[in-house]
């Protein structure tokens, strides 16, 4: 059984700081790319960061520049940085993996249960 669990989420003022992180556990052969998406009231969600197994990273444009995406394999896990928030960018953070788990190739996406993060003053 493989799980994906967000931590980090939470209130903030604008133009401060906050640091999201993803861990995977259970019975993991590999983890391939990983991720962070958001979805905001009544908007669909989007891609904000990901990150390649060679850690090669991308971002949406309106976070270039603010937020940082990293991993750390020999945890499973990956972070999300973000620097300078705006009030739009409140909405459910969720993570995101894709995953062969032990004792097979074949990849799966998870995802986790979502952390709230909102920018407000």
């Known amino acids: 059984q493989v799980q994906v669990v967000e931590s980090g989420g939470g209130l903030v003022q604008p133009g401060g700081s906050l640091r999201l992180s993803c861990v995977a556990s259970?019975?993991?052969?590999?983890?391939?790319?990983m991720g962070w998406y958001r979805q905001a009231p009544g908007k669909q969600r989007e891609l904000v960061a990901v990150?390649?197994?060679?850690?090669?990273?991308d971002y949406i444009d309106s976070v270039k520049g603010r937020f940082t995406i990293s991993r750390d394999n020999a945890k499973n896990t990956v972070y999300l940085q973000m620097n300078s928030l705006k009030p739009e960018d409140t909405a459910v953070y969720y993570c995101?993996?894709?995953?062969?788990?032990?004792?097979?190739?074949?990849?799966?996406?998870?995802w986790g249960q979502g952390t709230q993060v909102t920018v407000s003053s």
């Open positions: 259970g019975s993991i052969f590999s983890i391939y790319s």
């Open positions: 995101n993996a894709d995953i062969s788990p032990a004792r097979t190739t074949r990849r799966y996406t998870y």
């Open positions: 990150t390649a197994s060679d850690g090669t990273t």
